[in-house]
Each structure stands twice: as structure tokens, then as C-alpha cells.
């Protein structure tokens, strides 16, 4: 990944090349310079029902941010905005564009062949020749201790090889931004640990044959993983950005109670 | 009853003994129904992947069309073709009227809205389950629709065999634009209407019983296909737990 970024921005459902921005070394809420993925106002509504009202967010490059809340409050929605897949009914989105970023889903998609192939599958998809594709998937699979895997078939492997087979395939593509919606929402404790892990490596480390480090945003229902990973939470509740933290802070129930009582009593009731 | 048993014992002998006559309506009916099924397919599933990927006006009533035309009663369809065909017809300078192309081409357009309508189904399932991780990837949606048809071969395979076997035993259309003509047209199907008209029940249950054996075949290899590739995975997925176990 060049140093260069083209961002795409979308505004009010139009899509047009913004500028570049060069990536800082880190950024933390407060000093919000040279946003890596910036929303400012953005609404998104499906008919009747608004899964995001009024969110504004600066994310610099580097950083590694946990989006939290109850079902429904619209960390899903906010990921698919973030990765292009969605465009929201108001406001703007500057982020890269498509191509520049991956995302996890909690279920991993993984076709009916080997697990190479599937990682070379992604690869090829953004326009890499399948010879090259073929060999940066044996690179990647090293990356995430899966060499030994290459030639099984992916559909059989556990919840959690997959898991992190789908890391090693947005790991190879070389993102500026890795998003991942709840990865280990649906996996056994072991397994948990086993992303988790693949995860705090990956996190704030460049991706394959990228520069600058990898910048991370993670929907999770799981505080400790949160803790563990994340430098800055963001919370949300029916849409709304309500607490905006970097990670000690939003865990210290003070601060957190007089920045965003709903935010603490949100914790409250996941910590009881 | 003795008719029936002397009949059925007659048919096995003309069945085992490859019987010239039978046999060369066998093959043909068989070339008849591949051809237009492989056909059929070649355009059904392009047809039934686009339709499954694509949003536009009128949209809905394609799709009532298509499904409208699964129950198109083939007796019908041999008439429109006959019409087609024939010498006063818009494709009548073809010539096809009475000749295999003429029953392939009726078969054809039976069988390409089943094709049609069930990849559709089956890509828009997978689409509506995966479609967003792959175009997370960066798959168009035509691409997409492709590697989902790709993905899903196992239960397109399942389409292609419904497809076969309903283009293998119609009888209404082959009969009208084929014409029944011994040694160029006569089918499975139709020879089985005329030899029980004429009352050779032998020869008429001997087709029944290679029809029958035709499609319990295909059954049995797709069935073998799927078990092969069960075995294969579950094989794959000891293998890995053995290794990461390890």
C-alpha cells in the first residue's frame, strides 16, 4: 500500500474521488488529524426505521477501534457504510475506496475449493494475475500458521480455521483498512483465542507488502476482547454515536458516566 | 394378467438382447434430449444467473413470465413450433419441420425456463447469503453471480437432471413438430404412444423400462458424484483435525 491514499467519497448517496492524505504514525480521538475515515452527519435510513442518525467519526491511520452496543444499535450498518457496501441517505463519507480495504463477516464465506485457492480467490478478484495470486496466498497462510492447510478443502475446516483463513485472505490483500463485523461472535473459547490473537498481531502492523500500518475497526459484544484489543471505543445506542473514548477512559466508570450515562449503564448491565 | 407378465418377459428379452429397433430409438431419443438439455442449460444458466444478480423496471414480470411458462403444456409449445416451422411459417426456409433439429428445438424451449427459474433460485439464496462478502472482495455482480453458479454445481447438476428428465419424456411436442417417423423422428415417448395404439405392448414396455433405467441411472451417478465428494471433504476434514491436532 502506497503512503498515498485515494479516498473515496460519498456524499448523500454520490461517490466521487476526494483527495490524498498522508498517513500520521498515530492519532487519538482528540488530535483528529489527517483522517484516515471520516463520516461527518451521516444518516442511514431503511424506510421507516433509521439505523444511524447524526454520526460523526475521524479515524486515523494506525488505530485500532472497537465499535460496541446492544443488538440493533447500528454497528453492522456502520462497517458496511465505512466499506462502500452501503450508501448512506444523508451526510458524508470520505474513506479509501473499496479496493483499499477488506472486511471480516462473522461468518466467513469460503467457496468450495482449497484454502489457498481461496485466498489466491480474493487476490484475484482485485486484479492481481492467478500465478502471483497463487504464491502471495502461500505468504499469507505462513502469516497466519496455516501453511501445513493449503491444499485442504476450506468448507471443512473449523469455525475458527476459517475465521482465520478469512483474516489471512484480507491480510494478503494488503488493506489500509481492515474492518471486521463481530469475528468471533460465533466461535468456541479456543478458537476465540486463537482470532483474537491473529488479530492483536495484525493490529497496527502493516498488511502484506503495505507501508503504513494497518488501521482495525471491530464490532464486538465481548468488553474483554475489546479491552484487549482496542485503543479507542466507540459506543453506540439506537444509531447514535453516544460515547466516543479512548479505551481507558470508556472502561474508567466515571469518566464514562459523565461523558455518556447510557454508554455507562450499557457497561453496567454487560459487566453484571 | 398373463398379458401383462408375457408382455413385461417379452420387453426384457428385447432390452437384453439389444434389440436393433429399440435401441436405435433409444439412442436417438437420447441424443434428442442431451442436445436440447445441454443447450438449455448453456442458456438457462446464463439467463438464470443475470436474472438473479440484476435489478430492473419490469423485473417482476419476467419473473412471472418465467415461472408462468415452467407449466407450459408441451403439446402447446409443439404447435407454436409447427407453426414456426412450418412452410408458410417465419422459419419455415429453415426446414427443420420433421427433422431432429425441430425436436430439439421444441425440447429446448420447454426445458430452458425450468433451467431458467431454478439457477435463478439457487444464485439468488446464495447471493442473498453471500453475495455481500464477495462483492466485499471486490466481485462485480455479474462476476459474483458466476462464482456462486460455480460454487452452487452440485445443485445446478440436480437442475441440469430435472431438466433432462423433463425433456427425455415429453411427448406432446416431439410427436407434433418431429412427426413419429420411423428411422429419423421416432422417440422413446412417441413410439411408446404408437406401439400401445397398435397394441405392441412388448416393444411400447421395453422403451418404458430403458426410460425408466435412463433417469434411475442419472440419479444413481449424481447421487455417486455427491457421495464421492462427501467422502473427499469428510476425508479432508480428518486429515486436518489429525494434523492440528498434532
Known sequence: ???????????????????????????????????????RGVAVRFGAVTALQDVDLHIGP??????????????????????????????????????????????????????????????????????EARARAGAALERVQMAQLAERNA???S???????????????????????????SLDPHA??????????????????????MTMVFASHNLGQVKRLARRVIYLEQGRVCADLPTDAFFDRATLRAVSPEADLFLKGELL | MNTFFDSIATALELVVSLDPTLWSIVRRSLAVSATACALSCMLGLLAGAWLAVTQFRGRRFVMTLLNTSLALPSVVVGLVVYLLLSRS??????GWLFTFKAMVLAQMILVTPLVTALTR????DA?????????????GRFLRSLLLAWDERYALLTVGMAAFGRAVSEVGAVMIVGGNIEGFTRVMTTAIALETSKGDLPLALGLGIVLLGVVLLLNALIGAVRAWRERRDGAANAATRGLVAA
Open chain 1, 1 to 39: 500500500m502506497k503512503a498515498d491514499l485515494p479516498l473515496a467519497c460519498l456524499s448523500g448517496g454520490t461517490l466521487a474521488q476526494g483527495s490524498a492524505v498522508q498517513p500520521a504514525a498515530t492519532t487519538s480521538p482528540q488530535e483528529r488529524i489527517q483522517p484516515l475515515l471520516e463520516l
Open chain 1, 62 to 131: 494506525g488505530e485500532c477501534v472497537a465499535l460496541v452496543g446492544a443488538n440493533g444499535c447500528g454497528k453492522t450498518t456502520l462497517l458496511r457504510v465505512l466499506h462502500g457496501l452501503l450508501r448512506p441517505s444523508l451526510g458524508e463519507v470520505q474513506v479509501p475506496p473499496p479496493r483499499a480495504q477488506a472486511m471480516l463477516f462473522q461468518r466467513p464465506y469460503m467457496m468450495r475449493t482449497t484454502v489457498a485457492r481461496n485466498i489466491a480467490l480474493g487476490l484475484w478478484l482485485r486484479g492481481t494475475p492467478w500465478a
Open chain 1, 155 to 157: 468448507r471443512g475446516l
Open chain 2, 127 to 139: 447471493d442473498s447469503q453471500h453475495g455481500e462478502q464477495l462483492a466485499s472482495l471486490g466481485a
Open chain 1, 159 to 185: 469455525g475458527g480455521q476459517q475465521q482465520r483463513l478469512a483474516l489471512a485472505r484480507a491480510w494478503a490483500l494488503a488493506p489500509a483498512v481492515l474492518l471486521l463485523d463481530e469475528p468471533t461472535a
Open chain 1, 192 to 213: 476465540k483465542h486463537e482470532v483474537e490473537s491473529l488479530m492483536a498481531e495484525l493490529s497496527g502492523a502493516p498488511a502484506a507488502g503495505a507501508t503504513p500500518p
Open chain 2, 121 to 124: 433460485q439457487v444464485i439468488e
Open chain 2, 89 to 94: 411459417g417465419p422459419l419455415g426456409g429453415l
